[in-house]
């Protein structure tokens, strides 16, 4: 798969940071995604341990949530862990993995934050950019923004405010099981990506492409 390399990533946090103020001008959000022609859906998730990146890139086939491709790649990071600067940690073990795909997924989700970041540049949305695809964020806590709780059936949500504007959606996955913490990356719209969530959540908490990136990223980066 073809990516557009956009920027270094060894940037001084400092540069980081005006970088993705740069960056986030480029973003798409009000993209509507046509679930009725998507045909492969990919899960993203890195884990990294003891300076090691395990960057996994799940691609399922959509509606039927069918494994077609896995691609896992390990790499040593550098860089330290700095709250909103996530992209520059695990990017460019990412940019490798997707580099590796033999398929070419119609959407990314991802287990991180997209626009709900107090730049609007959450590892979705920053390797959207990268990919030119769109990219969903599906965070599993709480990162920034003030929010009601959302109801209890499946599908219910509240919205995420931060600074007096929409950041993503609080969505209820499963009755009495926490929600998840949605924000469109690039090239989508808040509406379609919820409606994908859920096509992709048959059963678990979390998106069936994610939970399956998380566990592939877990394995690969455990010890033997």
């Not at 993503?168 to 924000?183: A, D, E």
């Not at 989508?188 to 990506?193: G, M, N, R, V």
């Not at 566990?215 to 690969?220: I, P």
């Amino acid at each position: 798969m073809k990516i557009q390399q956009l920027h270094d990533w060894d940037l001084s946090p400092k540069d980081a940071i005006a970088l993705q103020k740069k960056l986030a001008a480029r973003l798409v959000s009000a993209n509507p995604l046509d679930l009725n022609r998507i045909r492969r859906v990919a899960g993203v998730d890195v884990s990294v341990k003891h300076g090691l990146a395990c960057a996994c890139v799940v691609v399922l086939s959509f509606p039927e949530l069918e494994n077609i491709e896995t691609v896992c790649l390990q790499g040593a990071t550098t860089y330290p862990y700095i709250p909103g600067l996530l992209a520059f940690r695990e990017g460019p073990a990412l940019v490798d993995a997707f580099r590796k795909l033999r398929s070419e997924p119609d959407v990314f989700i991802f287990d991180g934050m997209g626009q709900m970041h107090p730049r609007r540049m959450g590892i979705a949305a920053h390797l959207g950019l990268w990919l030119g695809r769109p990219t969903i964020g599906c965070g599993k806590r709480h990162y920034i923004g003030e929010y009601q709780q959302p109801g209890n059936a499946k599908g219910s949500s509240a919205v995420v405010t931060y600074k007096g504007e929409q950041a993503g959606l609080v969505l209820r996955t499963r009755p009495n099981v926490k929600p998840i913490y949605v924000s469109v990356g690039h090239l989508a719209d808040i509406e379609s990506a919820v409606q994908l969530l859920l096509a992709c959540t048959p059963k678990f908490r979390l998106p069936l492409p994610i939970r399956m990136a998380h566990r592939a990223a877990s394995e690969a980066c455990a010890p033997g």
